[in-house]
C-alpha cells in the first residue's frame, strides 16, 4: 500500500466510530443539563495567540506545534489546545454580559508535535467546558464535577480526581525562587536551555518526568507554604462544594499543569486503566487570562478532556456497544420484485426505517447471506407471490424464523420489534 496515515493520526473505521458518536452524544448531553452551549472554532489560529496565552515557555509553544505561513506570510498554528480559540471567539463576537456567566462547550481536534504512543497522538481529540465569568469557587465545583459526571455517564468506575492550587502570581513567584535555589546543584549539572526554560517557568519543574529530579523534589519546599491566604481558603471553597456534590477529590501538590494560563485551582482526572498517558482530562482556573488577551478581567475556569483516552478507558472497563446495523434487508425472490423494493425501501427510510437492497441482480440466495452480512435485523423477501397477496415474508436474522404479514404493516412492525 503506497499511503499511510501520518505518524501520530489514525483514521476512525466505520468499527469503532459508533464509540466516538456514543461519547460524543454522552458529553452534549451532560454539558446541556449544566447549560453550556456549543461553540466551534477554526482549525488554526493566529500564532501569536497560542504564544500568548498558553506560554512561551510551555512545552506545547516551544515544541509542540504545527505552525506555518500562509501565502501572506502570515505564521499561522494549528490549535494544539482549545481554550484560547474558545477565549478568542468570546471576545471577538462579544459573547459575554457583563456581570453574567458565559458557558461553552466544544468537541474539537487538537495538534502537537508529540512522541506518539498509547494515548498519545499528533492528532487527538478533546471535548471540555469553558465557564466565563465567575469567581466563585461554586464554579470551580461545577466544573470538576461535570467532568466527574461525563465520566460517570461513560460508565468509568477507575477514575480519581485530583486536585490542587498553584495561587496567584506572587505567592508563585516566591514559591519559584525558593524551588530554583532548592534545586541549584541539580541545574547546573542541566544545559543552558534546560536552565532558562527553569528559570523563566520554575513551576514546570514540579511535573517533570526526569527520575533523577523527581526524588530531589520529595524534600523540596511545596507550594501551599507560599500561597496567598485566600488561595488556600477557594482551594478549601473548592473541595468543600466537591464533597457536597459527592465526588471525592484528592488533594495533590503534584499537579502544576502545563499551561501558563493557569491560576489558583487545577485538577486532572486520571483512570487507572490507562498506561503512562494516565490523564483522562485536564483543567483549572484562569482567572487572568481574558484580561492578557485584551478583555476585561474575567474570572474564568474550564477542562479538556481527551476523546481518545476516554475511550481506551471505556474500552478496559466497559462491555463493547454493539455496534448499530440497518433495519432492513430487502431481498427480491424473483426479479420482476425489484422495482417493487426500490420503492418499499423508499417508503422505509422516509418513515426512518433503515433499509438496504441488492443492485446487482443476485440470486435470492446470495442476497440472503449479503443480508446476513449487513447486520440487518430482518431480510424483507418479496416475490411474485408476496406481490399477488400485498404481502412481504419477514424473515428475523437472528433466529431465521420466517413469517407472512400485510404490506401496510410493515412500517408498524419493524418499527416495534
Ligand atoms: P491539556 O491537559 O493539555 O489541557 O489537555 C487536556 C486533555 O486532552 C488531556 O488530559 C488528555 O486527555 C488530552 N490530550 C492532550 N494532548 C493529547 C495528545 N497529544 N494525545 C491524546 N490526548 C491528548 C488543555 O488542553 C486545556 N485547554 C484544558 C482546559 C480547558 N483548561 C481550561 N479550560
Redesign the pocket.
Known amino acids: 500500500m503506497r499511503y499511510k496515515a501520518p505518524k501520530g493520526t489514525h483514521d476512525v473505521l466505520p468499527a469503532q466510530s459508533h464509540r466516538w458518536r456514543a461519547l460524543e452524544a454522552a458529553f452534549a448531553d451532560v454539558a446541556r443539563l449544566y447549560g453550556y452551549l456549543e461553540i466551534r472554532t477554526p482549525a488554526f489560529e493566529e500564532t501569536e495567540l497560542f504564544v500568548r496565552s498558553s506560554g512561551d515557555t510551555s512545552d ?1 509553544v516551544t515544541k509542540q506545534m504545527y505552525t506555518f505561513l500562509d501565502k501572506k506570510g502570515r505564521s499561522l498554528s494549528l490549535k494544539p ?3 484560547a480559540p474558545a477565549i478568542r471567539a468570546y471576545l471577538e463576537h462579544g459573547l459575554g454580559q457583563s456581570g453574567s456567566i458565559t458557558r461553552l462547550c466544544y468537541a474539537s481536534q ?1 495538534f ?1 508535535y ?1 512522541q506518539p504512543q498509547k ?4 492528532q ?1 481529540h ?1 471535548v ?3 465557564l466565563i465569568g465567575s469567581s466563585s469557587p461554586l464554579a470551580d465545583g461545577e466544573v470538576i464535577e461535570l467532568a466527574v459526571r461525563f465520566y460517570e455517564r461513560l460508565g468509568l468506575r477507575d477514575v480519581s480526581v485530583l486536585v490542587n492550587t498553584i495561587g496567584r502570581r506572587a505567592g508563585r513567584e516566591r514559591y519559584g525562587e525558593a524551588l530554583l535555589s532548592f534545586l541549584e546543584p541539580y541545574l547546573r549539572s542541566q544545559d543552558a536551555s534546560f536552565r532558562e526554560r527553569a528559570h523563566k517557568n520554575p513551576l514546570r519543574l514540579v511535573d517533570s518526568k526526569d527520575p533523577e529530579l523527581q526524588e530531589k523534589l520529595v524534600e523540596a519546599p511545596r507550594i501551599g507554604d507560599y500561597l496567598e491566604a485566600d488561595s488556600k481558603e477557594r482551594f478549601e471553597a473548592v473541595l468543600e462544594a466537591l464533597e457536597a456534590a459527592g465526588v471525592h477529590a484528592i488533594p495533590s501538590p503534584e499537579i502544576v ?3 501558563d494560563y ?1 491560576t489558583d485551582i487545577v485538577f ?1 482526572v486520571h483512570s487507572t486503566s490507562l498506561g503512562s ?1 494516565s ?6 482556573r ?1 482567572d487572568d487570562l481574558i484580561e492578557q488577551m485584551g478583555g476585561p478581567i474575567t474570572p474564568s ?6 476523546i ?2 476516554a475511550l481506551i478507558a471505556q474500552e478496559a472497563e466497559v462491555a463493547a456497544l454493539p455496534q448499530p446495523g440497518v433495519d432492513a434487508y430487502l431481498v427480491a425472490a424473483t426479479s420482476s420484485a425489484h422495482e417493487y423494493l426500490a420503492t418499499l425501501a423508499r417508503n422505509l427510510r422516509a418513515a426512518g426505517i433503515s433499509a438496504l437492497m441488492d443492485y446487482e441482480g443476485r440470486p435470492m440466495k446470495s442476497q440472503l447471506r449479503q443480508a446476513d452480512r449487513s447486520g440487518a435485523r430482518y431480510a424483507v423477501i418479496v416475490g411474485d407471490d408476496e406481490i399477488l397477496a400485498g404481502s412481504v415474508t419477514l424473515r428475523s436474522l437472528s433466529d431465521s424464523t420466517q413469517r407472512r404479514i400485510q404490506q401496510d404493516a410493515i412500517i408498524d412492525t419493524l418499527r416495534t420489534e
Open positions: 506545547i489546545e482549545c481554550t487538537i502537537r508529540e494515548g498519545r497522538y499528533r487527538s478533546q471540555g467546558i469553558e499543569r502545563g499551561l493557569y486532572e498517558q490523564a483522562l482530562c485536564g483543567g483549572g484562569y475556569v474550564g477542562f479538556g478532556a481527551g481518545e483516552r
